[in-house]
């Protein structure tokens, strides 16, 4: 399916006013990544206590459910990088959300044990795996020059779209039943996510017959080779392991950290007042984290934000088990999310500058599937720990370690020269 004849007209009369066209595809990408909340846990977490009072289903059942939708969701990263590759974003996007968007309604309006487990996995194919992978490539295929600043925008939309959506969907689930609530977001999905895609998002400059050119100056009669590593030759780069393992390993860290959290701080002596308040301040961090990391990379190497990044993460989790007043969480809280936010623009920001755009799909997905794997095991490696020793303590200690292990990998390998450089102005 072709963007050429239908994209060419607005990206050409933007041209001439010399607004890039990309940054209305990064905006309705960084939605887009707003809309795989259905797939993922935070966003399952919105509506799960409901749900099991309403089916009737064990807490362990259901996580063990969990688990498993997650690892098979997994596999939805692995086809759609290609597919994204060989047809486009646009229309990957478009039947991506749409596809989302009927699972998450069917799923309000089911009550059968055997059809909510196929249903949770398909939202975790569709959403966590495939909509986060398209939404990423997306960006990376429209920016070459500015693609680091382009992920910190993506990434700040990106964090006030959650910010908003959460207690949205919370909300109505509390107010209305989780039913009505996911009834809600699977019509957003289709009605309004789905449609904005179609009508706005264009899968490359090249497709509309621009010239790729992330500061805003294009030239519609030219065109630049769409060049980068194979998926073969990426695997093949220690740097890819380093930097992906390092991204799923705070996935594995933010996922159990995130369902366990009330119960972590619990352990410390704290009431769920401070938990509440800790995630306002982690957001908002985050965010900050978003800006400082989008303006730092795209004037410098993606290695030095990464090892900042890790180095804060590390310190954040030796520190939790020793927090002993709300000061020492707020702290805690604030250092984790601007590590959480440096962490984030690098992993949007690193496969593009490193790889080039020929394969960006397949590459991301990659680099995806992990994460999505680490962030299934993430909740179970913590409850095994606290069972097993009746503190979450020791956990800590040992994410840290291995953080700050690959925070140094991060500040030693070889990384291809568009990730080590600022990119080229001019």
């Not at 910190?152 to 919370?170: D, E, N, T, W």
């Not at 400082?292 to 934000?305: F, H, I, M, N, T």
């Amino acid at each position: 399916m072709s963007d050429v004849h239908v994209g060419t007209a607005p990206p050409a009369a933007l041209a001439r006013g010399r607004l890039y066209y990309g940054w209305f595809t990064l905006a309705v990408a960084a939605l887009a990544m707003v809309g795989t909340l259905p797939g993922r846990t935070q966003g399952l977490g919105l509506i799960t206590e409901p749900l099991l009072r309403d089916l009737q289903i064990d807490r362990v059942q259901f996580a063990q459910i969990n688990l498993v939708a997650t690892l098979v969701g997994s596999l939805f990263c692995l086809g759609i990088g290609r597919l994204i590759d060989r047809i486009g974003g646009r229309a990957v996007l478009t039947a991506v959300v749409l596809c989302l968007g009927a699972v998450v309604g069917l799923m309000s309006a089911t009550s059968a044990i055997w059809l909510l487990i196929l249903l949770i996995t398909l939202t975790r194919g569709f959403g966590q795996s495939a909509l986060s992978v398209v939404s990423l490539a997306l960006v990376g295929k429209w920016f070459a020059r500015r693609l680091s600043a382009a992920m910190g925008v993506y990434a700040v939309i990106m964090s006030v779209g959650f910010m908003i959506a959460f207690p949205l969907v919370g909300g109505l689930a509390v107010a209305h039943g989780w039913r009505v609530a996911w009834a809600a977001v699977g019509v957003a999905l289709v009605a309004v996510l789905a449609p904005l895609a179609w009508l706005v998002v264009r899968s490359t400059p090249e497709a509309c017959g621009l010239r790729i050119d992330g500061d805003g100056v294009l030239d519609a009669a030219r065109t630049d080779p769409v060049s980068g590593a194979s998926l073969g030759g990426a695997l093949r780069s220690p740097a890819f392991w380093v930097f992906a393992v390092s991204a799923a390993m705070y996935g594995l860290v933010a996922s159990g950290i995130a369902l366990f959290n009330e119960s972590i701080l619990a352990e410390r002596g704290f009431d769920p007042g401070v938990y509440h308040r800790s995630l306002v301040v982690t957001a908002l961090t985050a965010l900050a984290g978003n800006f400082a990391g989008g303006w730092a990379a795209d004037r410098g190497s993606l290695r030095r934000l990464q090892v900042a990044g890790m180095v804060l993460l590390a310190l954040a989790l030796a520190a939790l088990p020793h927090v002993t007043v709300e000061l020492h969480v707020t702290a805690y809280a604030a250092v984790m999310g601007l590590g959480g936010g440096f962490v984030m623009v690098v992993f949007f920001s690193f496969w593009g500058r490193a790889y080039g755009r020929a394969h960006l799909g397949r590459i991301q997905g990659a680099a995806q599937i992990l994460t999505v794997l680490a962030s299934a095991v993430g909740p179970l490696v913590l409850a095994v720990c606290v069972d097993a020793t009746g503190s979450y303590a020791i956990a800590f200690y040992a994410l840290a370690l291995l953080v700050a292990l690959l925070g140094g990998a991060a500040g030693l390998v070889r990384v291809p020269p568009g990730a080590e450089r600022p990119a080229a102005r001019g």
